[in-house]
């Protein structure tokens, strides 16, 4: 009922709202709520806050979009002062400790809030409460029920892919990504109480759901891209490239997997890659040749114009190459690790065989011979006849015989003091000359002409360690993948700028300076690559998974939306909060302030 004065009929009134309650505490509370909104909506409003708050209400159901977003700005201060206070702070209370996580989209967060802001066909008010709150892996399914209708809606924190939630599957793609064991997964999301997937939800995503083949088609076209990467170059042309291979095995005797990679010596990038497991080659010695013999031809089928190869010291991959018509190149290391080795019994002996069978004036000769060689084959010229002619000048060099040495060597320079003893006697000479024929690269000089090195193939395989440890046995498809995954990431973060240099001396070797690169950040565009084209082949496959009770996750048709594809770009957040922050944010939409 209304009433108002004669002299002020249209300016002043008086309105009179009826409501009823079930209890003093519900009007209680119901007053709480109006002055907490009303010092939201008018603060600093004495005489008409009710009607302010009242107007408010009414632009929010009657007006348009924009009037409501200008009324939200007025009093946007205070609503994310109330959000911020919601989540409330912890206090160690035991309701609390043990509050289980989970992982919510941020488009299904959004349709959260403005589900709960829509109110029940009953207009009751409050109009949703949480009645049950499910994990399906690292998802929340929560049934909303109206107090007064009983009418029910369903939301889960995550969308639909192929059946299952996007969440989950997401995170099996992020934790294989990062190299990480599913063991070492399981047990991060247990103690974080955010739930886990098993064993049995992770194979049928890896197999059921293509993730494998995915990985496998990224990896190839990053060697394809790789292979066209070294065909632009002028030199490959007129020259064409050489390559670096070497085995590695996963584990230190009688392996059950061995891989060859592929490098190209200009780039370092990995161009080809093959992988053989006991039960394709049941010897482990031999494995090498045969990977090499599948991965040659496998990186010639690309379009890559390969003329010589180099790899560890194997004869029977030595033949092979040269039966392809390209020129066979030996590491230098393992040309030149066992030269002390060779040269100790003319180096050191017993007293008794003293200048008889060894000779005091090599004692200091077996270390430096070594780096004579590899200076040989640096400055050689590419020319077998002339590194073999340079091996034996050493011992000329060391018997002060320095014409054929070179214009820059220190023994050039006036005023020189050899830092070794001088060789003299004829059976010192006789018998160093004889260590210096035997060693593999004179032998070999045909193979050692160009110096080529497997640095880069080893610092490869130090990288693997994180995708394939080789205290871990792997299945062979899991070992593909993880194979995979780690040749994607060396060939994006290969050969990356520095931002700095160190120098170091290590104490095992204090005579060895090195430098150490501080290189830049790594990118992993690769794990955007496979997550798209897994939601894209899933998408357009419409593979729909068949679960069983047993599965670790199973959805009903209402649970949630479809994922469709629109954030196929990886661009979706994901969050993760707990059961407990439902309920200050179901408060706060009821309130009409999300």
């Not at 992988?275 to 990186?299: D, F, G, N």
């Not at 060894?358 to 200091?364: G, K, P, V, Y």
């Not at 400055?379 to 006849?385: L, R, S």
């Amino acid at each position: 009922m209304a009433t108002s004065s004669p002299e002020d009929t249209y300016s002043r009134f008086r309105l009179h709202l009826q409501g009823s309650f079930s209890s003093q505490e519900e009007k209680e509370t119901f007053l709480r709520r109006f002055e907490a909104a009303k010092q939201l909506l008018a603060p600093g409003c004495k005489r008409n806050a009710t009607i302010s708050v009242l107007n408010t209400l009414l632009d929010r159901v009657l007006t348009q979009p924009e009037n409501v977003q200008a009324s939200n700005s007025r009093t946007s201060y205070s609503r994310n002062e109330m959000m911020l206070d919601s989540a409330g702070i912890y206090t160690g209370d035991e309701d609390a400790s043990d509050q289980d996580l989970f992982v919510v989209e941020r488009k299904t967060f959004k349709s959260l809030c403005s589900g709960l802001v829509q109110q029940c066909g009953c207009l009751s008010n409050p109009s949703w409460t949480i009645a049950s709150f499910i994990k399906k892996g690292h998802v929340a399914r929560v049934q909303f029920v109206c107090p007064h209708c009983k009418q029910s809606r369903v939301w889960a924190s995550s969308r639909v892919l192929s059946g299952h939630y996007l969440a989950n599957q997401k995170l099996v793609h992020a934790f294989t990504c990062a190299g990480m064991l599913p063991r070492q997964y399981m047990n991060f999301a247990l103690f974080a109480g955010m739930g886990v997937v098993k064993h049995k939800y992770i194979s049928s995503v890896y197999l059921n759901q293509l993730y494998q083949q995915v990985v496998t088609d990224v990896a190839e076209e990053s060697m394809k891209a790789a292979v066209e990467r070294v065909k632009e170059s002028p030199h490959h042309a007129k020259s064409g490239e050489w390559v670096i291979t070497d085995a590695r095995h996963d584990s230190t005797s009688n392996a059950y997997h061995s891989t060859v990679p592929c490098l190209a010596g200009s780039t370092h990038r990995i161009v080809g890659i093959s992988t053989l497991s006991r039960q394709q080659h049941r010897v482990a010695q031999t494995r090498e040749v045969a990977c090499t013999k599948i991965v040659l031809p496998q990186v010639i089928a690309r379009g890559l114009n390969i003329t010589e190869v180099a790899h560890d010291y194997q004869a029977t991959i030595k033949l092979y190459v040269r039966q392809l018509g390209m020129v066979n190149s030996y590491d230098t290391w393992h040309g030149t690790k066992n030269v002390a080795k060779q040269l100790r019994h003319i180096c050191a002996g017993t007293v008794r065989t003293r200048d008889r069978t060894w000779f005091t004036e090599l004692s200091d000769k077996a270390r430096c011979t070594k780096v004579h060689l590899y200076w040989c084959m640096r400055n050689c010229g590419g020319n077998p006849v002339r590194l073999r002619a340079m091996i034996m000048n050493i011992s000329k060099h060391f018997q002060g015989d320095h014409q054929s040495c070179s214009s820059e060597s220190p023994c050039q320079q006036p005023g020189y003091v050899p830092k070794r003893k001088p060789l003299t006697m004829p059976a010192a000479i006789s018998a160093y000359e004889a260590a210096l024929r035997k060693t593999l690269i004179y032998k070999n000089a045909d193979s050692c002409h160009l110096c080529r090195d497997t640095y880069w193939v080893e610092s490869f395989n130090h990288q693997l360690l994180t995708y394939l440890p080789k205290r871990i046995h792997f299945h062979t498809k899991t070992f593909e993948m993880r194979m995979n995954l780690a040749v994607m990431d060396w060939n994006e973060n290969c050969q990356r700028m520095a931002t700095s240099h160190h120098k170091y001396t290590d104490v095992r070797r204090p005579d060895h300076h090195s430098t150490y690169n501080v290189l830049v950040k790594k990118t992993y565009r690769f794990v955007n690559n496979i997550w798209s084209m897994y939601v894209l082949r899933n998408i357009t496959s419409q593979q729909i998974l068949q679960d069983d009770e047993d599965d670790d996750e199973m959805v009903l048709p209402d649970d949630a939306a479809m994922y469709d594809g629109d954030y196929v770009d990886s661009e979706d957040d994901d969050y993760v909060c707990s059961e407990d922050d439902l309920e200050p944010w179901l408060q706060l939409a009821l309130d009409g302030l999300v």
